[in-house]
């Protein structure tokens, strides 16, 4: 099953999402509408708190985690992934800030405390180090993640189109599922 509670906490979905039916989600996760975890995605807030925004698509084999609360870190560090942001295949997201309308390319790792502002742009394979901030508007590259450039005008307009082709894509195995559903009755 997909969906698990962790102690007296269960994942909460807002309207519209889709999760694939490999994926798991589990613990105090909130996932907001219209966003969407595909094949084998891990969403697991089970020692602290997962937010995932509006129209964020987290994609397959990617594992979204947390740091648990300590006497040294009493908040510890939640994952929070802001509206319409693109999570690329096989990404590793622990404890971090993902600001709005973001793409982290596949494979790469956001590590604790970690905050990438909104519209940035962190290229496939990168490692963002613990207590890192990536500035709005740039393109980072690399292990350590480094500012390559300014995002172009496409660049930034494409960030909305891919969380927004998802939402498609999203609503297309929906409707594909209720088809064959209503076909089989």
């Not at 007296?8 to 309207?15: E, F, G, N, R």
């Not at 089970?46 to 040294?72: A, E």
């Not at 300014?150 to 894509?169: D, G, K, M, N, Q």
Request: charged share 20%; aromatic share 4%; proline share 5%.
């Amino acid at each position: 099953m997909p969906i698990a509670p962790y102690l007296d906490t269960a994942p909460s979905l807002d309207t519209g999402v889709y999760l694939h039916a490999s994926a798991q989600v589990i613990g105090d996760v909130q996932i907001g509408a219209d966003s969407s975890v595909w094949c084998n995605a891990v969403i697991r807030g089970d020692v602290n708190r997962i937010r995932i925004g509006l129209g964020s698509n987290i994609q397959d084999l990617s594992m979204v985690h947390v740091t648990h609360r300590s006497p040294g870190k009493p908040e510890g560090s939640p994952t929070v992934i802001g509206d319409h942001v693109t999570v690329g295949h096989g990404v590793i997201l622990h404890g971090c800030e993902i600001g709005d309308e973001c793409l982290i390319g596949m494979g790469s790792i956001v590590m604790d405390d970690a905050v990438i502002e909104p519209r940035v742009i962190v290229g496939a394979g990168s490692l963002v180090p613990a207590g890192k901030r990536l500035s709005s508007g740039y393109l980072y590259v690399g292990r350590p993640a480094v500012q390559v450039r300014p995002l172009t005008a496409e660049e930034t307009a494409f960030l909305r189109y891919s969380a927004e082709h998802y939402i498609r894509v999203k609503n297309n195995h929906v409707e594909t599922a209720q088809a064959a559903t209503s076909s089989d009755r």
